[in-house]
């Protein structure tokens, strides 16, 4: 995997980088998962995925929030609460699509990773694979990834 050279970049207009998600998309709101919208897509991107996982759950390996892929080179953005019109991976839950903020009361400030990758191809991959598997097979053809974070906390 290449690293981010600049090119790729992915905001919310939600929260800003290092900001604080709102409850809307958190356990204690509406539960949707916030718009993103990305620019500086890099020459010969084939399609996006998007991972989003939180590395300060009480779990080995974090907590994965949300796993999209299939979303075609020419997609934008991403809007409030969407997502199901692309492919389908599976969250820490063993669930399809996003799963809202919710730190443990009193286990402090959590970090939400919102990681988009630019890729070669559509590899084609099936609903329903978690995110270690989608990481897997994705790693040859990143182009470039981008990153947003968010943080929450129930304290």
Same mark, same amino acid.
């Given at each position: 995997?290449?690293?981010?050279? +600049?090119?790729?970049?992915?905001? *919310?207009?939600?929260?800003?980088? +290092? +900001? ?13 998962? $916030?718009?993103? *919208? ?19 759950? $009480?779990?080995?390996? +974090? ?15 991403? @809007?409030?609460?969407?997502?199901? @019109?692309?492919? @389908?991976?599976?969250? *820490? ?8 903020? *919710? ?26 694979? $978690? ?25």
């Amino acid at each position: 995997m290449k690293l981010n050279l +600049g090119e790729l970049v992915v905001t *919310s207009p939600a929260f800003s980088h +290092g +900001g604080r998600l709102p409850d809307a998309h958190s356990a204690n709101g509406e539960g949707v998962s $916030p718009e993103l *919208s990305w620019s500086g897509v890099p020459e010969g991107t084939r399609s996006f995925v998007l991972v989003v996982d939180d590395p300060d759950a $009480p779990l080995v390996g +974090g907590f994965v929030h949300w796993v999209l892929y299939g979303i075609p080179a020419d997609a934008t953005s991403i @809007q409030q609460g969407g997502g199901a @019109q692309y492919r @389908q991976g599976l969250n *820490s839950r063993g669930e399809p699509g996003w799963r809202p903020a *919710s730190p443990p009361p009193g286990h402090g400030t959590h970090h939400y990773f919102f990681h988009l990758y630019a890729l070669d191809e559509d590899l084609g991959l099936p609903e329903g694979l $978690p995110a270690r598997e989608v990481l897997d097979r994705i790693g040859a053809h990143v182009i470039n990834q981008a990153r947003v974070v968010g943080t929450y906390s129930n304290d």
